[in-house]
């Protein structure tokens, strides 16, 4: 990586003199620092970087990185404050601006889309048991109007990637109760807002629309919380988590998610206040709720006993919502996943010998804060894949990517939950303890190149999706341009290998029926690639390969995925031979092309090679039939409508059957049995099943 920024046109970065360190593998290059030097440029210095502190070992960077067809990528989109996605104007605006997301996302090769759909306890989509997003209309529980969780569930098909539905489970508000807008809105001072009750605060943002009448927090104000002046669900109250899973079920019940994904925020984590740690609890913040549900459910009344309480608490929200992604999968055939976002160190070794070699002045999620026991989830399979944030260099001391890259990859050992890595792509730009290590714009690629070294790591999640774009460098004061330019060049260097070409998510098998049937009858007519369904109703979509050999080595070749086309339950499909610098002729004699069937859990079926009876006619990728946005549902172009003879053009068949009202499709009936359900379970013994929890058959 390091001898293409020198080639790199944007990249105005000069680059120090790079040792040659004994032991380093052929295809390796030591790591050294990234640093400003005399002169006030940046490059790379002879100062080894080091897996951890004191570890000896030095970090080596392979030379390349090997293409794969099975890796998974994507970028998270975030709604909450309008982080990553506006506040649409009308259902046409929402199209038009999702649009966008996903050609970015196509342009990336991604494969997947996290979407934000509960910011806070509120919804993107209609529901029984959240509000509308103020994030969406301005106005929480204001009904835009239409559907935009459907919209985006069909339009991420059509492209052929997965749709991750992201949740925050606990958030109630996101605003400081003494920020100049709340105090605005509430009419009050500062002191008069400090000295309501958590049931007279909650109650003043409801008289004045911030919080909707029936966001949940508002209807039970006593299961509320306060830290950091901002308010969440309490996770040691038995009705939460039975809640949190009901409105996972009323999602998965009404749309076709691939996953639901939480992120890192469960107890608060340590904030500092005059130089000073403030840690969650110390003032005795969830103290009632412990004495009524943990001292009874025979956890000590100590400091250590307290946290297994708290942990638990966490674990068990996490079983229920497994159960209940479990129980629906059973029901319907689905393979919905569930993934986790935590951040990136769980314990340090100095405080539990399986922790990681970071130091205690560190933040963790394990014990003092947060109380997510993630590798604990991992081990007992209770999420299917978890994206570890690792928002950090290779270079700093208190969270060392290697180390925890490497710790992450050791956990997932033995497990079948699989192990992708949140990488902070905005560390270019927002740094907030400003690291000069990401003035280099090879960090993030080079941690995407360490990766491949680890067995137990299988893709790669940017955070954000804002950083996914350039950056206009000529609209930036000129003290801000070589921040921005870093981001620029990474972002160029991720674009040209690391996402340069389409992959497939990995294959979940424990979520698969078992085999998949292979597609039939597949031919080249008139430069289009056709084939027919072996099993309609199984495949999710098809997998295209070409390359030479026979069809189980195209498939096994790195780098031969040429693209996906979304199922849908459509029998007969088309995708049209995208032109080639080569010439056709050649191509047609020298190389196969290949299809196989994946179903819901991406597993794949036998590949079944193409007959080619007439010469290949490529057709630009730029033709009408070629996959676009969003279009009406009944005109032609759409790239999910059956064309006249019922055969489906690439990326379409992703329209369901249309839904209609949740009254009317009877999805609240299971809805409201999986809350009582999660009462009783809740109420007896939440600690009893995380106590049991084991490796899990779903």
Known sequence: MKRRIAATAAAALLLLAFPTTAGAAPDEEPLTRYVKDTSGAYGYSTEPVYTYPGSGEQVAIPTTLTPENRRFSSAWVGTIGNLNFGKPTDAADFDARYATVLDDFASWNMNAVIFQVRPLLDAYYPSALNPWSEFLTG???????YDPLQRMVEATHARGMEFHAWLNPYRVTNTKMTSPAILTALGLTADEVKALSIPQYIAALNDAGILADDNFAVQHPDWVLSFEEKLFLDPGQPEVPAYVAATVAEITENYDVDAIHFDDYFYPYRITVDGQNVFFGAQGEDRATFEEFGLTAGYPDTVDGIEAWRRDNITGLITLVDDAIAAGNAARGTAVQLGISPFGIWEHEALDPAGSHTPTSSSQTYSQAVFADTRGWVQDELIDYIVPQIYWSFDQAAAPYGELAQWWSDVAAGSRTQ???????????????????????????????????????????????????????????????????????????????????????????????????????????????????????????????????????????????????WAGGAASFRFPLPADDAPTAARAATETWVVTALDAAAVESAPVAVAVDEPVDPTDPGTPTDPTGPTDPG????????????????????????????????????????????????????????????????
């Open 139 to 145: 106005t929480q529980g204001a009904d835009p109007g």
């Open 635 to 698: 005109s032609p172009s759409n790239p999910g409508a059956a064309g006249e003879d019922g055969v489906t053009a690439p990326g379409g068949g992703a329209t369901r059957g249309e839904r209609g009202d949740l009254a009317a499709t009877g999805g609240d009936a299971p809805i409201v049995a999986l809350v009582l359900g999660g009462l009783l379970l809740a109420a007896g013994a939440v600690t009893t099943v995380v106590a049991a929890h084991g490796r899990r058959t779903r």
């Open 419 to 565: 192990v992708y890595v949140g990488h902070a792509l905005y560390k270019h730009v927002n740094n907030g303890g400003w690291e000069q290590a990401w003035m280099n714009p090879e960090e993030v690629p080079n941690q995407i190149r360490y990766n491949q070294k680890l067995d137990g790591i299988e893709g790669s999640v940017l955070f954000s999706y804002n950083d996914m774009k350039p950056s206009d460098l000529s609209s930036l004061p000129a003290d801000q341009q070589p921040k921005h330019q870093a981001k620029n060049t990474a972002i160029e260097l991720l674009e040209g290998e690391a996402f340069a070409h389409p992959t497939l998510v990995p294959a979940k098998p424990w979520l698969s029926d078992g085999q998949v049937a292979t597609p039939a009858a597949p031919e080249v007519i008139d430069g289009e690639l056709r084939w027919q369904a072996g099993d309609a109703q199984e495949a999710r979509q098809y997998a295209i390969y070409r390359g030479t050999g026979d069809p189980a080595q195209i498939v096994a070749t790195p780098g031969a995925l040429v693209d996906t086309v």
